[in-house]
């Protein structure tokens, strides 16, 4: 193998695989998971097919807590509609080689259009498999990569005290266990004095730029 193709074949393997994002993720590139906050405010993030998602805010609201969605497919208009005040739709980007991070400017078009973030200068996203190149086309578009300082993927999972400001995230593909584990989150909340927010207001009420 010639030096040339060793270093394309390591630039490739840098800027495309998971495992190289996490080595170098602490230099700037971590997901907003938390922020500093003086409001009694829990920011929920909720991995959840575009279609479901009407019917989940819905769900979300009669629990009193609101939520971001992170979708990856660009939502009708009827379903965006749907979502409802105080709850918010973003893109969530596909993890996965070459091909996945070249089509990252082409993902956050189709995405950021209908969701109404074109021409901002900023908006948050998610990412099922975040890679350096992955972030760096997103965060030059303005977008802000965030995740959750708590996850939860299945109704039983342990969940301990939370703080004001943490990012929880629910990553299930299944409508009815985001409902259940909705359902634990909104007495935790309670009993500690929290609300749940999207991620948009969590941040914008920190100051942060979104």
Do not use: K
Request: charged share 15%; with cysteine.
């Amino acid at each position: 193998m010639t030096t040339t193709a060793l270093a394309v074949l390591v630039a490739a393997w840098t800027l495309t695989t998971g495992a190289s994002y996490s080595l170098v993720s602490h230099l700037g590139m971590r997901p907003v998971t938390s922020v500093a906050t003086n409001r009694p405010e829990v920011g929920l993030l909720v991995d959840a097919p575009a279609q479901a998602v009407p019917s989940l805010a819905s769900a979300l609201a009669h629990q009193g807590i609101h939520a971001s969605f992170a979708i990856a497919q660009a939502p009708a208009r009827t379903e965006l509609a749907a979502i409802g005040t105080g709850n918010q739709a973003i893109p969530r980007l596909g993890g996965g080689g070459l091909w996945r991070w070249l089509e990252t400017g082409d993902q956050l078009h189709r995405l950021n259009l209908p969701l109404g973030y074109s021409g901002r200068h900023h908006f948050v996203y998610a990412s099922s498999g975040p890679s350096i190149g992955q972030w760096l086309m997103a965060h030059s578009a303005g977008g802000r990569l965030v995740g959750g300082a708590v996850r939860l993927r299945r109704p039983g999972d342990r969940l301990g005290p939370l703080r004001a400001g943490e990012v929880v995230e629910i990553d299930t593909s299944s409508p009815r266990a985001v409902v259940a584990i909705a359902s634990r989150l909104r007495w935790r909340l309670h009993a500690q004095g929290l609300h749940g927010v999207c991620v948009g207001r969590l941040m914008r009420d920190a100051g942060q730029p979104v």
